[in-house]
């Protein structure tokens, strides 16, 4: 079993990439620099998580509070 974050996959090797209610446990901008790194150009990733019902909310682990935040 491996990280989300580091899967150890070569860059563009994945035609696809799914990610089932985990993408939140990591490190939310790792994770997807990760699956953009592995993504062949084309290819589509489907991700589930949990998510705050508003961004920011004081009552969530500060790693998921703003995961609607754009990816640099």
């Known amino acids: 079993m491996g990280r989300v974050e580091a899967t150890g996959l070569a860059d563009a090797s994945a035609d696809a ?3 089932i209610d ?3 446990f990591g ?3 790792a994770t997807a ?3 953009a ?3 062949r150009p084309g290819a589509r990733a489907v991700l589930t998580n949990w998510r705050p ?3 920011g909310d ?3 682990p500060e790693r998921v509070r703003d995961l609607d935040a754009p990816v640099h």
């Open 17 to 19: 990439v799914m990610c």
């Open 22 to 24: 985990a993408f939140q």
């Open 27 to 29: 490190d939310p901008r």
């Open 33 to 35: 620099l990760e699956i």
């Open 37 to 39: 790194r592995i993504l």
């Open 53 to 55: 019902l508003q961004a």
């Open 58 to 60: 004081e009552a969530l």
